[in-house]
T-cell receptor
C-alpha cells in the first residue's frame, strides 16, 4: 500500500537552481510535515502545514488538502541543501498501528557547486 | 538545550543477542515513538507511547519490546526474535499523542547484527 508518493526519488541540481519536490497522498489528513534528513541520519522538521503556504528562508511549502497534494520548493539552492526530504502526512488522531504519521520514501537531493 | 538523545550512534551485535537502544528526551513531551528506517523505504512505526506506563504496538512490533517507566525515557529492546534487525532506528517525541503536533527526532542509532 503506497499511501504517500513522492517525486522525484532523486534530484541533482546546480547551485542556484529552483527546486520542487512533490508529494501526493491517498488518505484523509489533518496536516502534513516536511522533514529533512541529512547524511548522518538525523531528521529535522521543516514545516507542518494544513492549508495554503508557509515560507522559511529559502524554503516554501504549499498544500492543497482537497487535491491531496503538497510541494516543497527551495529557491536559490545551495550545496548545503543536499539531503533527503521526506513528506509525512498526519492522520490526526492516532491511526492505530500506523501511528499518526505516515512517511514517503523521501527525495534525495544533491546540489552541485 | 532541549532535545532527544539516542545512544549509541552505532551498535554491533551478534545474531541471537538482545540489544537495548536508549532514547531520552528533556522536552517534557508526553508522547514518544520508535521508528525503523530501511534503505529505500519510508519510516515505519515500531512502538509508541502516549503517556508514562503505557505503550502501543506499531505496524512492525514483532521482535521488539519497549518500556516507559519515566516520562523522559523510552528504551527499545531488539530481541533475538526479530528476524532482520539490521536497520537505522529513530526515536521521536511530540508534546501530546493526538495532533497534529510536530514530532522531534533523535539522531538515530544504526544497528548492525551479524
Amino acid at each position: 500500500k503506497n499511501e504517500v508518493e513522492q517525486s522525484p526519488q532523486n534530484l541533482t541540481a546546480q547551485e542556484g537552481e529552483f527546486i520542487t519536490i512533490n508529494c501526493s497522498y491517498s488518505v484523509g489528513i489533518s496536516a502534513l510535515h516536511w522533514l529533512q534528513q541529512h547524511p548522518g541520519g538525523g531528521i529535522v522538521s521543516l514545516f507542518m502545514l494544513s492549508s495554503g503556504k508557509k515560507k522559511h528562508g529559502r524554503l516554501i511549502a504549499t498544500i492543497n488538502i482537497q487535491e491531496k497534494h503538497s510541494s516543497l520548493h527551495i529557491t536559490a539552492s545551495h550545496p548545503r541543501d543536499s539531503a533527503v526530504y521526506i513528506c509525512a502526512p498526519h492522520l490526526g488522531a492516532l491511526g492505530g498501528s500506523q501511528g499518526n504519521l505516515i512517511f514517503g520514501k523521501g527525495t534525495k537531493l544533491s546540489v552541485k557547486p | 538545550d532541549g532535545g532527544i538523545t539516542q545512544s549509541p550512534k552505532y551498535l554491533f551485535r551478534k545474531e541471537g543477542q538482545n540489544v537495548t537502544l536508549s532514547c531520552e528526551q528533556n522536552l517534557n513531551h508526553d508522547a514518544m515513538y520508535w521508528y525503523r528506517q530501511d534503505p529505500g523505504q519510508g519510516l515505519r512505526l515500531i512502538y509508541y507511547s502516549q503517556i508514562v506506563n503505557d505503550f502501543q504496538k506499531g505496524d512492525i512490533a514483532e521482535g521488539y519490546s519497549v518500556s516507559r517507566e519515566k516520562k523522559e525515557s523510552f528504551p527499545l529492546t531488539v530481541t533475538s526474535a526479530q528476524k532482520n534487525p539490521t536497520a537505522f532506528y529513530l526515536c521521536a517525541s511530540s508534546i501530546a499523542p493526538f495532533g497534529p503536533y510536530e514530532q522531534y527526532f533523535g539522531p538515530g542509532t544504526r544497528l548492525t547484527v551479524t
